[in-house]
Every structure is written in structure tokens, then in C-alpha cells.
């Protein structure tokens, strides 16, 4: 089945801990992001990739760290220098293109920092 | 300012009535792609519906249907005979130009009632 998988569901780490975030797809995918919900809020982008060993800073970027060494891996740090961790990651990834290529988006990784 | 806005934090309806979950969007760029999606508890994004800006006729998927009123920058879903299994929250996006990242807006919970 093609699909977006996104590893661990719940994540826990102390303050001050570097953590990554896995996103693999198989579907072929040219384009990957990173998002980032908080309760009760939208998506918000943190970062976003078109093609391999080439990424670019989203909305809220500070903090995040990612890498795009293989078409289907999108990993995305979470550093001790990102203020306010705690929080809801959704990766997805996409058809580069107009029309109606929706996003694809992987289950999400909860992330809490205490 | 905000691309994509969702007046309605949250929606009350009743089981097999009609809902309309209001969006509107800004942008310039004259190619652009309106979405929705749905996010269940469980915080999975499922794709509802596509609308692109060059598209003459309103878009719809089974109850879904959007009503796309160009001139207003106004795109609102529109769900028939709603099911408890509606409940969740839904977001509007928004994509301009060639393979760029979706936009969100801040989301509508709906509650359907029995």
C-alpha cells in the first residue's frame, strides 16, 4: 500500500534534548513538508522540499532543522533552540504541479517536551 | 494578512441536514487550487475536495460540494445529509502558483447531532 508513514505516534523528550522527526513515503512523491498543529489551530509550515538536497524555511522555520538525502525520507529536527516544542508534526508530500494534486499526509507525530 | 480565513470556530447541525462551512482566500495569483480536508480525533488529514480557479463549475465528491464564488474570493463546503461520523474539524487551503506548499486556515469543528 502507498502511503506516507510517520514514526514514533507519541513522542517524549526532556528540555534541552535534540529530538528527529521520521516521515518515509512510497508514492513517488517529488514534493515533502513538515507542519506543525497546535490545539484548536490551523497547520502551519515549518519546512518544505521539491526535490532531493534542496529544502526550503516555511512560515516558523526557527528551531527546525531537516535533510531530503533520499526522495522518500523527510526527517525534521526539533533542537533545543525551538522555544515551544510541544506539539502536533504532520508530514505530507505531493505531486509537483498545478492542478488538483493534493497533499498526502501521514498519520503525525506527537511530540511533548518537558 | 491571512490567506485563508474560517470565521466559524465551531458548527452545530443536525444528523441528515445540510451544513456550509464558510471560507474565503486572498491571493493575486490568478492560478490558484482551493482545498478541504477533514481531521477526525484521531488527527489524520483525509482530502475532501478540489476546486481549481480556472474551473467552471463547483466542484463535488458524493455530499461534499463546494460552492465557489470567485468574485467574492469565497469557497465554502458544503455537506448533505450529515452524518455522526462528520464530526471533526475542517480546514480550507489554499495552493497558488506551481507545486507550492498548501496554506491553511485555522479550521471549523463541526458537531453533528443525533
Known amino acids: 500500500d502507498g502511503g506516507i508513514t510517520q514514526s514514533p505516534k507519541y513522542l517524549f523528550r526532556k528540555e534541552g534534548q535534540n529530538v528527529t522527526l521520521s516521515c518515509e513515503q512510497n508514492l513517488n512523491h517529488d514534493a515533502m513538508y513538515w507542519y506543525r498543529q497546535d490545539p484548536g489551530q490551523g497547520l502551519r509550515l515549518i519546512y518544505y522540499s521539491q526535490i532531493v538536497n534542496d529544502f526550503q524555511k516555511g512560515d516558523i522555520a526557527e528551531g527546525y532543522s531537516v535533510s531530503r538525502e533520499k526522495k522518500e525520507s523527510f526527517p525534521l529536527t526539533v533542537t533545543s533552540a525551538q522555544k515551544n516544542p510541544t506539539a502536533f508534526y504532520l508530514c505530507?508530500?505531493?505531486?509537483?504541479?498545478?492542478?488538483?494534486?493534493?497533499?498526502?499526509f501521514g498519520p503525525g507525530t506527537r511530540l511533548t517536551v518537558t | 494578512a491571512q490567506k485563508i480565513t474560517q470565521t466559524q470556530p465551531g458548527m452545530f447541525v443536525q444528523e441528515k441536514e445540510a451544513v456550509t462551512l464558510d471560507c474565503t482566500y486572498d491571493t493575486s495569483d490568478p492560478s490558484y487550487g482551493l482545498f478541504w480536508y477533514k481531521q477526525p480525533s484521531s488527527g489524520e488529514m483525509i482530502f475532501l475536495i478540489y476546486q481549481g480557479s480556472y474551473d467552471q463549475q463547483n466542484a463535488t465528491e458524493g455530499r461534499y460540494s463546494l460552492n465557489f464564488q470567485k468574485a467574492r474570493k469565497s469557497a465554502n463546503l458544503v455537506i448533505s445529509a450529515s452524518q455522526l461520523g462528520d464530526s471533526a474539524m475542517y480546514f480550507c487551503a489554499m495552493r497558488e502558483g506551481l507545486g507550492t506548499p498548501l496554506v491553511f486556515g485555522k479550521g471549523t469543528r463541526l458537531s453533528v447531532i443525533a
Open positions: 505530507a508530500s505531493s505531486i509537483v504541479g498545478t492542478g488538483p494534486y493534493e497533499q498526502y
